[in-house]
Every structure is written in C-alpha cells, then in structure tokens.
Nanobody, 116 residues
Framework: EGQLVESGGGLVQAGGSLRLSCAAS????????IAWFRQAPGKEREGVSCISSGDRSTYYADSVKGRFTISSDIAQNTVYLQMNSLKPEDTAVYYC?????????WGQGTQVTVSS
C-alpha cells in the first residue's frame, strides 16, 4: 500500500529557509499530481504548490509565489518544497498529497513554525 512521509519541518526565524521532503513508498510519482498543502491553527487547509500529472507544470499560491519552489527527484521518489524568506504567517502543518485517477495518498504532516 502506498504511503507518503513528510520531513524537514522545524522552527526557523523570519527570513530563514527550510526544505521539506515528501518521500513515497509503495508507488511511484509518475502519473500522479503532487501537491503541498498547509493548515494553520484555526484555519482551513490551503493549497501551497503542486506539480501537474501531465506535463509536470508547477503552480503556486499567490502567498508563496517567488519564495517557495516545488521540485521532484524521480530517482529518489521524493518531492521537495524549498521555502525561502519565511514569514510568521507561513506557520502551519504542511502536508503532501499525490492524486491519480485511481488512487490518492496523504502524508501525516510536518510542523513548520516561523518566529518573528
């Protein structure tokens, strides 16, 4: 059975950087749309960035555009989210997901806390 495991979260000062990883097991990312979401306390889960399943185009929420970069390493079956110039409002639990026409997976989340 497929599984996603996120890592790389932590506490960082405003202006700092973190790189989140999302490792897949039990399936390969080929043919899946891959996305990062986040959920801050008391707020709804929101999409942060994604890679489309077709031409692997990347998309970003306006709030992170220019600061975050999503990438994938097919050989490692891992997706990354490089987060630069972090702001306190980026504080949230970050989740990765993988969706295809026949299956979908979510990770357990990793906490990112940005102090001011």
């Amino acid at each position: 059975e497929g599984q996603l495991v996120e890592s790389g979260g932590g506490l960082v000062q405003a202006g700092g950087s973190l790189r989140l990883s999302c490792a897949a097991s039990g399936f390969t990312f080929g043919g899946y749309a891959i996305a990062w979401f986040r959920q801050a306390p008391g707020k709804e889960r929101e999409g942060v960035s994604c890679i489309s399943s077709g031409d692997r185009s990347t998309y970003y929420a306006d709030s992170v555009k220019g600061r975050f970069t999503i990438s994938s390493d097919i050989a490692q079956n891992t997706v990354y989210l490089q987060m630069n110039s972090l702001k306190p409002e980026d504080t949230a639990v970050y989740y990765c997901s993988a969706e295809s026409w026949h299956a979908g997976y979510w990770g357990q989340g990793t906490q990112v806390t940005v102090s001011s």
